[in-house]
């Protein structure tokens, strides 16, 4: 009897041990393997001149670019697991930042979120494959922002003289300035294109929403502006017709919005 009580104690210290060590493995496999989602930080700081240029070439990932009070531009991005290469250049004022050059032969890299500070005057210039641009406080002479295949593009208080943005599938949502003599081109595959400007605006207008017809003018209908084939284009001027304005919606609806 007491040699039983000796060996089952033995079995279950034994047991015991055998639990501690596979708990050991488990937590060591925990630390060392790395996350999937694990997020890499960079940051930069660039003097800014008079005159501020930042083109981005991005492939996929939320790019946001806003206007500051400082002479200086500020890149903040967070770069998902397998980290992409980054390898910005200043070149007489214009900041360079193209993933698909700095990553070419790779097809692995994680998506690459970017905050970007640029001050108020800037233009700016940005494109990516996939993924969300949005640029606030803008009033530098050029805002480009083009996606490729699939994201939302917002622009919001922008006074520039140029503004195009193009996506393939996604919204596009303008708020700002139509400034006389500007060109404004918004393009869509399929998603709402909505513009907010002010009535005060001053254009000549061709809108085009070929499948749904849907071309809501708000309170800037008026004999101007004129409805064509069927309802799918709108053609004429509102004002003096100061600045030029394509919109065009293959598959989605143009709304404009008095700002």
Request: net charge positive; hydrophobic share 40%; no cysteine.
């Amino acid at each position: 009897m007491h040699r039983r009580l000796k060996f089952q104690l033995r079995r279950q210290a034994s047991k015991k041990t055998t639990i501690l060590l596979l708990m050991s493995v488990v937590f060591f496999f925990a630390l060392t393997v790395p996350d999937a989602h694990a997020q890499r930080r960079y940051s930069k700081t660039f003097p800014a001149g008079n005159n501020v240029r930042i083109q981005l070439t991005n492939r996929s990932g939320t790019v946001t670019v806003e206007g500051w009070n400082r002479n200086e531009v500020h890149v903040s991005a967070y770069l998902e697991t397998p980290a992409a290469n980054i390898d910005p250049k200043d070149v007489q004022g214009t900041i360079y930042i193209n993933l698909v050059k700095d990553n070419q032969g790779r097809s692995d890299i994680g998506n690459v979120n970017f905050s970007i500070k640029v001050p108020f005057e800037s233009n700016v210039d940005i494109e990516t494959l996939m993924g969300n641009l949005i640029v606030s406080n803008v009033r530098g002479g050029l805002v480009r922002a083009q996606i490729t295949s699939e994201g939302d593009i917002t622009l919001t208080n922008i006074m520039a003289g140029s503004v195009h943005a193009q996506n393939g599938i996604g919204d596009i949502f303008f708020d700002g300035e139509i400034a006389p003599g500007g060109t404004y081109r918004f393009i869509s595959m399929r998603g709402n294109i909505s513009l907010r400007i002010p009535f005060s605006s001053s254009f000549r207008l061709v809108a085009t929403a070929p499948s749904t017809r849907n071309i809501a003018l708000g309170s800037f209908a008026n004999s101007n502006l004129n409805y064509t084939g069927d309802g799918r284009r709108v053609v004429g001027r509102f004002g003096d017709g100061a600045s030029t304005l394509t919109v065009t919606n293959q598959r989605g609806n143009i709304t404009f919005i008095s700002r």
